[in-house]
């Protein structure tokens, strides 16, 4: 993943740069990243540039490339605390690849970026090891990517993650606002938990205002404080490209930064609304203890964190049995929340309605 030319320690090491520890890094990753190939890699680590057999789309009529970037953001900080780094990956790839499906698109490979304070092998290679496992789950090969020491600029023990992936769809496939139809039902899919957002607002009720640690066991999580706040991001690529396929499914949206109202609007056109009954399912407890333990209010909680569904599809009504068991057979929980209507009051908004049981 990392590309030194140089092979001297010398004057690089007394600024802080160990090339020894970075050539150890590779060492110690190759064997992850081998894992998570696709037939069109081409060549292995050590290369200026990942390669991607291309020739494999011309089987499309009209193949239209999505691409799609981002971080972990501060849920990182969570990983440091509990000196735990392969399972950072998930959430890295969970957040890359499915932006890019819910466009209906294939996720092909994906490069990343690891900027440290200080390459400790052990650690670098624990981060690819999560990456490339995450990689596999999703379908896509994990290409390439880099390493960068930044001592003066990062303290020794502090890292930063980031990624991006490319994909592919048939134009006469692609998902999006066009498609959306009155009556389409939606059909929400279970997150894992936090995922990989809204973590400045957790870290901020629970770490700082309510001064819990990571270490603290929590009867409502079953588990430790760190172990809940670390839980991986669900990746949903491949159950949402066998739902597209396999239903009449018309938009998707990963619920991310903004939460479940905002960016379902982003797939919804301007002529038609969606209601949301939150009856319809009960977050878990996580998101009732930042919202009891920081006393956060509804609006601010249902604007920052996915609130239990980590995806969304806008599904036909004939075909939402089919949707619900392609889902559960991909290990997914998922259920009706709500219905697609022509409204010109609230055109391309998302109304929520109700109550979560028991909250």
Known sequence: MTDHSARTEG??????????????????????????????????????AGLFDASALTRYERPLLATSTDGVGTKVAI????????????????????????????????????????????????????????????????????????????????????????????????????????????????????????????????????????????????????????????????ACLDLADRTETHAMSHITGGGLAANLERVLPEELSVRIDRSTWTPQPVFDVVRRVGDVSQPDLEATLNCGVGMVSLTAPESVDTAVSVLAGHGIRAWVAGEVRADEEHGGRVLLEGQHPGW
């Open 79 to 238: 990983a440091q605390l509990m000196d735990v780094h392969d399972t950072i990956g998930f959430d890295l790839v969970g957040m890359v690849v499915d932006d890019l499906v819910v466009c209906g698109a294939e996720p092909l490979f994906m490069t990343d970026y690891i900027a440290c304070g200080r390459v400790v092998p052990e650690r670098i290679a624990a981060i690819v090891k999560g990456i490339a496992e995450a990689c596999v789950v999703a379908g896509c090969a994990l290409i390439g990517g880099e390493t960068a020491e930044h001592p003066g600029l990062l303290d020794p023990d502090d890292y930063d993650v980031a990624g991006a992936t490319t994909g592919v769809v048939e134009a006469s496939r692609l998902l999006g606002p066009g498609r959306v139809r009155p009556g389409d039902v939606v059909i929400a899919m279970e997150a894992s938990g936090l995922h990989s957002n809204g973590y400045s607002l957790v870290r901020h009720v629970l770490l700082e205002k309510a001064g819990w640690t990571v270490d603290r066991q929590v009867d409502d999580f079953g588990r430790t404080l760190g172990e809940e706040l670390l839980e991986p991001t669900r990746i949903y690529a491949k």
């Open 11 to 48: 004057a690089y090491a007394a600024a802080g740069v160990s090339i020894e520890a970075a050539d150890r890094a590779i060492d110690l990753m190759k064997g992850w990243v081998e894992k998570a190939r696709r037939p069109e890699m081409i060549g292995g680590l050590g290369g200026f």
